[in-house]
T-cell receptor, first 113, second 113 residues
């Protein structure tokens, strides 16, 4: 059982480049979310989805887009990368929204130069 | 406004000593509370969760946490710390009817031999 798979694990971008971080889960979870983790700030919610075709913004959505065309996949797009988006990004999923623990991927470490 | 506070950024304890990590939350609804652990370079792993019922909950790896509604706290405890417990610990809160989790900023635990 693969759980939540994030690709790539590491990426370096130049300012202004675009990129998509991939997230896939094989547990048939309805709820998926993206967080960024920065030192001393814990995890901050970027976007989340409660099912295919449904997405919504979290605490820090600016500069990021998401879509949910299938239950399994929830990609995160950086349209024009900025140094402030240098962070570790985590994808998570759960069976329902807030009353079930989330399963986390291993993260994508992204550096914007 | 919803928030989770972990007042201790770093804690160092000796192996075999007891441990308590503090977590205070501010949430307008009945909270669902979680503790996660993150080893370096890894994603987050669930230690334990509280939804309702007994306010003392047991988790994996010998951890427990106590929910105190009057103090808006959900502190994590372990009677005897092992060197392998060195990691970063995150408290998180969600609530029925809401689709967002909120995480604390984390507490890094160091274990002295």
């Amino acid at each position: 059982n693969a759980g939540v798979t994030q690709t790539p694990k590491f990426q370096v971008l130049k300012t202004g480049q675009s990129m998509t971080l991939q997230c896939a889960q094989d547990m048939n979870h309805e709820y998926m979310s993206w967080y960024r983790q920065d030192p001393g700030m814990g995890l901050r919610l970027i976007h989340y989805s409660v099912g295919a075709g449904i997405t919504d913004q979290g605490e820090v959505p600016n500069g990021y887009n998401v879509s949910r065309s299938t239950t399994e996949d929830f990609p995160l797009r950086l349209l024009s990368a900025a140094p402030s988006q240098t962070s570790v990004y985590f994808c998570a999923s759960s069976t329902t929204a807030n009353n079930q623990p989330q399963h986390f991927g291993d993260g994508t470490r992204l550096s914007i130069l | 406004a919803q928030s989770v506070t972990q007042p201790d950024i770093h804690i160092t304890v000796s192996e075999g000593a007891s441990l308590e990590l503090r977590c205070n939350y501010s949430y307008g609804a009945t909270p669902y509370l979680f503790w996660y652990v993150q080893s370096p370079g890894q994603g987050l792993q669930l230690l334990l969760k509280y939804f309702s019922g007994d306010t003392l909950v047991q988790g994996i790896k010998g951890f427990e946490a106590e929910f105190k509604r009057s103090q808006s706290s959900f502190n994590l405890r372990k009677p005897s710390v092992h060197w392998s417990d060195a990691a970063e610990y995150f408290c998180a809160v969600g609530a029925a009817g809401f689709n967002k989790f909120y995480f604390g900023s984390g507490t890094k635990l160091n274990v002295k031999p």
